[in-house]
């Protein structure tokens, strides 16, 4: 994953706007991906990467450089994602999106296999989604969640054997 | 090689980290198995349909995140409710040491100790013993694993620990989980076996071990500790309450004083026997039964042993583990202590140049223009230890002085370069102002680092001392300390008072023993009120106007009566919630369990 300049970095820690658009430019395809799996809800991922980087902003000072830069805003979008879906006016929306999500049929495999993640639980799916779509290895996705890393791959592991069996039994509608 | 393992071993090489050793039995194992096979041609599968998803149009937000940003400094949606930082990822907890109501005699004899426990820090300027580690129920095939070892602690900050593991494994695929950590002021140095799940146990554990060096270290930095708490379990006492007593026994020709604490209360001293991750996971409200030196207050024997408990069963379930309750699953015991003797040149060998040094930066001694400030109060017998300069590249230019005597000990950070936006010295999310002198200044919620925002200065004073300690030498600084600017992620930071005041109706918990004064933020309508004790025990108690709780997101969500009112408990959160007159009360700890936070919920008052 490609991380910004130092100069860039350093002038949006002292405030600089242009360079803070330039990182906000560079990392919103990815935190809205993250986070339209994370939320499952298009409209919402769009909320919360505003707020993502609002965020940013705002702890930029606190920045320490003990990580990747990128690890960091997935973090800090990660928080964002689970403060949204623990938000009652939120949820509501995200609550009534939820059947029409699992009544979507799967024709072809990439819908079958993005909705059978969609199905994931919260846990899971945040672990696999860092590892599987945006290829951080297991250290790198430890450090955004907070959790050992052996933890990551025991979350990898059970998300990929549900998934095998959400494709085998044809896909349920419940959360797996 | 079973289909669980195979698949494992898939999953793993899928993410370019193949166990050791495991590609020949793997291939053999998947070549005759349909359901590996089709196992790996799913991953597969899902990782074709997740990568090349069609993204569509991805929204640019910029414009709106940098309007948002030029009109005020804050995000233009109403703030939710924070997260205090003590809710780190970690085991759930569930035992009967909440100390709500009325007292018991058997903590009565032992009032003083956590007072005892702060104060004898000062008087240890060295500890050697040998250790002794067992350990069970990390893997079914193992009935105990056995770890021999050294100590070897030197005042302030030098410090070895060694483990060597002893274990009879079945085969030589299974790794020895071996560790070694050196500290030498300035350098700090582990080396210890790559921690992998139970469940990719043994493959997963060949490969070469994990080493580390740091040169140019701070003195008492955060981010390369050293683990004083097996020297003195001062952060398992300073906010405890009085502990309960199981006796008193000779350990080694030493007189031994017996407490019955838990997990969650002793993880300093946990996290100095196994700083790399490689023991198994220990259930935050297991009981431990720690045994220290009477006189000098270091620990001799540490026994924890599992409780029962739907909750536990849960939280083994999810390990991994099969414990019956009333199984020892960790026995740590220290031989052959000696105590502040001189040691011998070499005790504390530095490590062979197996790895990259990474430099922490630290530069010692400052120039004449650069003091920083000083307390002009410290405890009586502290003398100057280290003092320097950090400056990382992008960071701010940051002046480290640090006071020592024995294993206590204060360090003061300064900057000028501050930007704002925050405290200076990661607090946390929930601070509590503290009266400081002339100004005011902002506690963590444990009390053991006060940040404070002068005019031109910004600095963080942390210490291994008593709150109240730590609180004076601050206050000693001779700086005017300011509330922090509205614009601030602190800036909603309340008192008790205020919080009632702007609160009708707040809730409060009554009686509550063995956890400090609550850090307290109001945001509008929502009021946090932070509490930690001793070790990791804490807990979140947020409050707002609301009829109905939110539908839940987690799968683990079970029923609960609380204060007479339907309410309901996330094992995975730890989080207790409920409505009550109007308030949606939550309270949340990743060290707590159900028991502890019922009692609590139990004993809430209107002031």
Redesign the interface.
Same mark, same amino acid.
């Given at each position: 994953m490609e991380e910004p300049e130092?100069a860039v970095?350093?002038a949006a820690?002292?405030?600089d706007?242009d360079a803070?658009?330039r990182l906000?430019?560079m990392y919103?395809?990815l935190v809205?991906?993250f986070l339209r799996h994370f939320l499952r809800d298009e409209a919402l991922a769009?909320?919360v990467?505003?707020?993502t980087?609002?965020?940013v902003?705002?702890?930029?000072?606190?920045f320490?450089?003990?990580c990747k830069f990128s690890n960091w805003v997935f973090r800090v979008a990660r928080n964002a994602g689970i403060?949204a879906?623990?938000?009652?006016e939120r949820?509501d929306r995200l609550?009534r999106a939820l059947p029409a999500l699992a009544s979507v049929p799967a024709p072809e495999?990439?819908a079958? &296999?993005?909705a059978?993640?969609e199905s994931l *639980?919260?846990?899971l799916r945040e672990a696999l989604?860092l590892? $599987?779509?945006f290829g951080l290895?297991?250290r790198e996705a430890a450090e955004v969640?907070?959790?050992?890393?052996?933890?990551v791959?025991?979350r &990898?592991?059970q998300a990929?054997?549900r998934? *095998?069996a959400w494709?085998?039994e044809g896909g349920r509608a419940h $959360?797996l | 090689m079973n289909c669980d393992e195979a698949q494992a071993g898939l999953s793993l090489a899928m993410d370019g980290e193949p166990p050791a050793d495991l590609a020949e039995p793997l291939a053999i194992h998947v070549s005759a198995c349909t359901q590996c096979t089709r196992f790996n041609n799913t991953l597969r599968a899902i990782r074709q349909g997740l990568r090349l998803e069609a993204l569509g149009e991805v929204p640019d937000v910029a414009p709106k995140v940098l309007s948002a940003i030029r009109e005020t400094t804050r995000p233009r949606r109403r703030r939710r409710a924070p997260l205090a930082a003590a809710f780190v990822a970690g085991a759930l907890v569930g035992a009967t040491f909440i100390g709500v109501g009325g007292g018991r005699s058997t903590r009565v004899a032992n009032a003083d100790i956590p007072d005892r426990v702060v104060a004898a820090q000062q008087a240890v300027s060295s500890v050697t013993a040998d250790l002794r580690l067992i350990e069970r129920g990390w893997h079914q095939g193992i009935q105990e694993r056995l770890f021999t070892g050294k100590l070897r602690y030197q005042a302030p900050e030098s410090l070895q620990v060694e483990l060597l593991d002893r274990t009879r494994y079945p085969s030589a695929a299974w790794a020895r989980s071996d560790m070694a950590l050196v500290v030498t002021g300035d350098r700090w140095w582990i080396r210890a076996a790559r921690p992998c799940p139970v469940e990719g146990v043994p493959e997963c554990s060949q490969g070469k071990p994990v080493v580390r060096l740091v040169t140019r270290r701070e003195p008492f930095a955060d981010d390369t500790p050293v683990p004083l708490d097996l020297v003195t379990p001062v952060r398992s006492f300073a906010l405890a309450s009085a502990p309960v007593a199981v006796g008193s026994k000779h350990i080694g020709g030493r007189s031994a004083i017996g407490i019955l604490t838990t997990v969650a209360q002793i993880q300093p001293l946990l996290a100095g026997v196994d700083p790399a991750g490689n023991l198994r996971d220990l259930y935050s409200s297991d009981r431990a039964e720690l045994w220290l030196d009477e006189k000098a207050l270091v620990p001799l024997a540490l026994c924890v042993t599992a409780t029962a408990g739907a909750e536990r069963d849960e939280w083994a379930a999810s390990h991994g583990y099969h414990d019956a309750p009333g199984t020892v699953v960790l026995e740590l015991t220290l031989n052959r202590v000696a105590l502040n003797r001189s040691l011998p040149p070499g005790s504390f060998p530095y490590p062979a140049a197996d790895a990259t040094p990474e430099d922490d930066n630290f530069i010692d001694g400052l120039p004449g223009s650069s003091t920083g400030p000083a307390p002009r109060w410290l405890p009586a017998g502290f003398r100057r230890y280290r003092d320097g300069m950090v400056a990382t590249e992008g960071g701010p230019r940051v002046v480290v002085r640090t006071w020592t005597d024995g294993r206590a000990w204060v360090k003061v950070r300064a900057t000028r370069d501050w930007p704002g936006g925050r405290l200076f010295g990661d607090l946390g999310e929930i601070v509590r102002q503290v009266t400081l002198g002339r100004g005011v200044g902002y506690a963590s919620e444990d009390g053991t680092r006060i940040g404070i925002h002068g005019l031109g200065i910004d600095v963080l004073v942390t210490g291994s001392l008593a709150a109240g300690d730590l609180q004076r030498v601050a206050g000693s600084l001779g700086l005017a300390g300011l509330p922090v600017p509205s614009g601030w992620a602190e800036a909603p930071t309340a008192t008790l008072a205020e919080a009632v005041a702007a609160t009708p109706g707040l809730l409060l918990p009554h009686n509550l023993r063995g956890f400090g004064p609550p850090a307290v933020r109001v945001d509008g309508k929502v009021v946090s009120l932070a509490f930690a004790g001793p070790g990791t025990r804490a807990f979140l108690l947020v409050e707002a106007a609301g009829i109905r709780l939110d539908p839940p997101v987690d799968s683990d969500v079970q029923g609960v009566r609380v204060r007479g009112f339907d309410g309901r408990y996330t094992v995975g959160r730890g989080e207790l919630e409920w409505v009550e007159r109007s308030r949606i009360v939550s309270l949340r700890s990743s060290t707590l369990s159900l028991g502890e936070l019922l009692a609590i919920a139990q004993s809430l008052e209107r002031p």
């Open positions: 130092p970095l350093r820690m002292a405030g706007l803070f658009e906000v430019r919103q395809p809205w991906r769009e909320d990467t505003q707020e980087f609002i965020h902003f705002q702890r930029l000072p606190s320490s450089f003990r403060d879906i623990r938000s009652r949820h609550a495999t990439r079958e &296999v993005q059978a993640v *639980t919260t846990k989604l590892i $599987e779509v290895s297991y969640l907070r959790v050992p890393e052996g933890t791959k025991s &990898v592991f990929r054997q998934l *095998t494709r085998s $959360e | -």
